[in-house]
């Protein structure tokens, strides 16, 4: 149990939320999307924390963060174990601000200081003036521009919480006639903005481009005219651009592709050219490069966004799955689920996604004429982890039925164990090559 021998000491509790597509910064969601908005916050809480840390040991500041959705493991997989790490509970904002400082009382602490995660301008002098005035004051606050706070220091757990109206103009006025009521001196800081609309984000986080979309799906193809519409459609989101890029097809995917309201563009023949020319005109902040034959799961914007809430990781894919019903297929897509899990090289068909800014930091696609997929995730996996999402994309078995479904897996363990063990490009060509033959 520490001691309270250094004045100074006391406790930072930052109240955040563990960003969920949909249930996370809900008012920029008509102009961010359902992940673009969760972006934000994600952005916000690691700001936060990082202003939170930067001065929290030198004043040997306990910091805990009190958050809602989530839970422990994915909090500290996000921020990492330096933070304690607490749910935040039942009742409205008051009831559970309030509990947070009763628990942290009870704990021993001297001061407590609870800010949100929405004010991005916020400094270590606001954090050291705040709990610097808790030595003369009961109470000190932090105003937001908006009637509101984004900070609340008390020095007892004095519940001001009671009959306020959370999310109103009032938030700040009625705070303090309730702090008024039981006499209490109090110290104001600052007023500052808090982000709550698209023109306080222009502001205040301008290096968060709003004019781009959250994700740019890049699709390659070739003749893929019987396929390309449906992958497509299950691809279109609020959160996404479709971009197709063709190599020459000669049938009427170009035409379809544009119909189904993607962006089309042509480059030289090639899945590796062809995806870097997407990628090179994609707005997207993250990539997701996916073949015209395959088809996302429901929701899959989701399932990208928590994959990539690891800080660690760099590239993922979905689970594979084809559209063949039989055992021996069955077969196939166990083994290569275990191989992508545990040998972290998932196939293209498996849709590989990856943030934009890592994607053109490693040069895009190695320029092969196979295995392109292989050898952009080997280079990746020296960057940092490859994460297999709980949620499957299924392909066409269009290749297997042709090729056989036993010649075409030996083939393909063949390539990407030649892949994994640096056998050159061109000698794994002659394999599909053979693949090819009938």
Known sequence: MRTHQNPQRGRLIIFGRYPLPGRTKTRLIPALGRAGAAEVQRRLTEKTLQTVLAMAPAREIDVEIRF??????????????????????????????????????????????????????????????????????????????????????????????????????????????????????????EPVTDIDTVKDLKKWMPEYDISRPYLSVVIPVLNE?????????????????????????????????????????????????????????????LLLFLHADTRLPRDYVDHIFEALMDPGTVVGAFRFKTDLDSRMMKLIEYIVNLRSRYVKLPYGDQGLFIRKNVFESIGGFPDVPLAEDLFLVRRLSKRGR????????????????????????????????????????RVLLSLQRFQHKK
């Open 225 to 285: 005219g019987d396929y390309i519409e449906a992958t497509i459609q299950r691809a279109k989101d609020r959160d996404v651009e479709v971009v197709v890029v063709d190599g020459g097809s000669h049938d009427d995917t170009v035409s379809k592709a544009g119909e189904a309201g993607a962006r089309v563009a042509s480059s030289h023949r090639g899945r590796a050219r062809q995806q870097n020319r997407g990628a090179a005109i994609a707005r997207g902040h």
């Open 386 to 425: 490859i994460r297999i999402a709980d949620a499957e994309a299924i392909t066409s078995a269009r290749r297997w039925q042709r090729v056989g479904l036993l010649r075409n897996s030996l083939i393909n363990i063949v390539v990407a164990m030649g892949c994994y063990l640096g056998v050159p490009p």
């Open 68 to 189: 809602d959705g989530g839970d422990k493991r994915r909090m500290r997989r996000w921020l990492g174990s330096g933070p304690d790490y607490s749910k935040q509970g039942e009742g409205d904002l008051g009831e559970r601000t309030h509990a947070a400082f009763v628990d942290a009382f009870q704990k021993g602490d001297e001061r407590v200081v609870l800010i949100g995660t929405d004010v991005p301008q916020f400094t270590t002098d606001h954090l050291a003036t705040a709990f610097d005035a808790l030595n003369e004051n009961d109470l000190v606050l932090g105003p937001t521009m908006d009637g509101g706070y984004w900070l609340i220091g008390l020095k007892r757990p004095i519940n001001l919480f009671q009959g306020v109206a959370w999310g109103s103009d009032r938030v700040l006025d009625q705070t303090t006639a309730q702090a008024k009521a039981k006499d209490l001196k109090a110290h104001f800081l």
